[in-house]
C-alpha cells in the first residue's frame, strides 16, 4: 500500500504517465525493475514535477480493447534527466528526439491482477472526466487535487482486495499441505496412476474448520510447541498446519468435522511424524511422549 509518508511529502503532485504496451514492453518493465524511467513528451511539466512526486502508470489499451488502465503506481526518485539509454523493453525504436526522463521507485503494481480499468474510471461518477479519458493521446498527465484524492482511494481499495486474494490463496495452499500429509496414511496415495482427488472426494476438509480450529488452538504446535511467528516473524504470523486426530482411514462415510475435539494445530515436522507409519497413525500424546522420551534419553 502507498505509504501515508509519500502522501505529506512537500512536493505532492499527482500524474498519470501512460506507455503503449504495442511499443513497450511495459508490464514486464515494472515487474522486472524497482526503478524506473518513464519519458516526458509533455516537457511544459517539465518544472512542475518533484521528487517525491505520485505517480500512477497506465497502461493503454494497444491493441487489445478494454485491457488499458492503471496497472501501478511509483514516487519521483529525483531530477529530470536527458539521454538516457534506450530501454531493452522497445518493441518499436524509440522516438530519437532528445527528452527528459523521470526517475520513479514502483511501489505497487496489479499487472496480472485487478487493476483499476479504464472502463471503471469511465463509470465512475467523478473520475470519468479524467483527461486521459477525454484526451487519450499524451504520456504525461497532471491529476488535480479532487481526482487526486478519488485515485489515491481508489487505488487503496484495490491494493486492499489484492491483499486478500493473497491471503485467500495462502490459506489454500495450507490447507492442501494438511490434506496431502494426511492422505499419506492411504495406500492408494503411493501408487501411481490413482486418482488422489479420491480423498477430496470423500473427505471435505472446509476452510472455515480451519480457521475455527485456529481461533481455538492457536497456531503453536502442539506437539513440540514450536509457534512459526516466534522464529520467523511477520514471515511466520499465523501459519501453522492443522491435524485430524482421528484417522481419516477409519472413516467410512463423510464426517462432520468439530474444530474443537477433531481438529489440533501443530507443525509441518510434526504433522509428517504423525503420519510417518500410516498404518499405525500416532496420537498428539503419542508423539510428544516420543520426543519427551528423546530428550531426556
Partial sequence: MISEQSQTRKHQNTWIFQGNPDDFKIDQYISENNEIWWSLNQQHFLDQISEGDLVYIWRSDGKKR??????????????????????????????????????????????????????????????????????????????NDEHANLLYKLWEKYIKLHTKQIRRDELKDTVRNDLEADKAQFDFYYKDGEAKSYYGNRYERKAKNRLRAIEIHGT????????????????????????????????????????RTDLVPVCSNCHRMLHRDRDNVLSVE????????KVFI
Fill in 286 to 293: 503419542e508423539l510428544r511422549d516420543m520426543i519427551k522420551r
Fill in 66 to 143: 478494454g485491457t488499458g488502465g492503471i496497472i501501478a503506481t511509483g514516487i519521483v526518485n529525483g531530477e529530470p534527466s536527458l539521454n538516457i539509454s534506450p530501454s531493452k523493453y522497445w518493441l518499436k525504436k524509440p522516438d530519437e528526439n532528445e527528452k527528459f526522463h523521470i526517475p520513479i521507485i514502483v511501489e505497487n503494481h496489479l499487472i496480472n491482477e485487478n487493476y483499476i480499468r479504464r472502463t471503471a474510471l469511465k463509470e465512475h461518477p467523478k473520475l470519468n472526466d479524467l483527461l486521459i479519458l477525454r484526451m487519450a493521446n499524451n504520456t504525461n498527465y497532471l491529476v
Fill in 220 to 259: 503453536t504446535c502442539a506437539v513440540c510447541r514450536f509457534n512459526f511467528e516466534d522464529v520467523y516473524g511477520e514471515l511466520g504470523k499465523d501459519f501453522i498446519e492443522i491435524h485430524h486426530k482421528h484417522p481419516l482411514s477409519t472413516l467410512e462415510t463423510a464426517t462432520e468435522i468439530d474444530p
